[in-house]
């Protein structure tokens, strides 16, 4: 069964720095086939996509936050990290990461929970 | 940057047929999939490369895709399809690009 899972602060300051970790179980990140994808929803909004990674080379981010995102795994740890700098109150909403099941596929077949992120002071 | 769009609301009687629409340059050349949303729960995919349906998913559900315009059809709605639909494509400028979403209210 293939399962994701996000975890981080509840609660973030404004111009610190998020880091959000997605583990994930049932499928293995060492297959570089398969990709995982940060995407959040601000309460009440549409969901925005945020970035994703295949194997350790390809990766790729959104282009109005691609300065601010930072992607990585660990396949030791069945785990993909992301960091976002320089948070702003803007940036609350819903995390979710998701995994994408082929370097060929365009959509997203499993979903985490969910972790809702507060940026205030 | 690619966008895409839907109507923000769509409302129908049960046992009746709801047509979501999604909006883009030549969506027709790329694949769309749709994802269902209920309240306080994570997105599920419906619908993929246009027209499939994932394994679990009613047949209810059914896509289809020409031109600019995707479009999710649920037949026979139930009121557990009540839901906010969004729509995903992927372009090469901004990949897994999101639609607006749809908000589905099942008089």
């Known amino acids: 069964q293939v399962t994701l899972k996000e975890s981080g602060p509840m609660l973030v300051k404004p111009t610190e720095t998020l880091t959000l970790t997605c583990t994930v179980s049932?499928?293995?990140?060492?297959?570089?086939?398969?990709?995982v994808s940060w995407i959040r929803q601000p309460p009440g909004k549409a969901l925005e996509w945020l970035a994703h990674i295949f194997s350790i080379d390809e990766k790729s981010y959104s282009t109005s936050l691609k300065t601010r995102l930072t992607i990585s795994k660990d396949t030791s740890k069945s785990q993909v990290v992301l960091t976002l700098t320089n948070m702003d109150p803007a940036d609350t909403g819903t995390y979710y990461c998701a995994r994408i099941p082929g370097v060929s596929t365009t959509w997203f077949d499993s979903w985490g929970q969910g972790t809702l992120v507060t940026v205030s002071s | 940057s690619y966008e895409l769009t839907q109507p923000p609301s769509v409302s129908v009687f049960p046992g009746q047929t709801a047509s979501i629409t999604c909006s883009g340059d030549?969506?027709?050349?790329?694949?769309t999939c749709w994802y269902q949303q209920k309240p306080g729960q994570s997105p599920v995919l419906v619908i993929y490369q246009d027209n499939k349906r994932p394994s679990g998913v009613p047949e209810r559900f059914s896509g289809s895709a020409s031109g600019n315009t995707a479009t999710l059809t649920i037949s026979g709605t139930q009121t557990m399809d009540e839901a906010d639909y969004y729509c995903?494509?992927?372009?090469?400028?901004?990949?897994?690009?999101f639609g607006t979403g749809t908000k589905v209210t099942v008089l």
């Open positions: 049932g499928f293995s990140l060492s297959n570089a086939r398969v990709g």
């Open positions: 030549k969506l027709g050349d790329k694949y």
């Open positions: 995903q494509a992927w372009d090469t400028t901004t990949p897994f690009v």
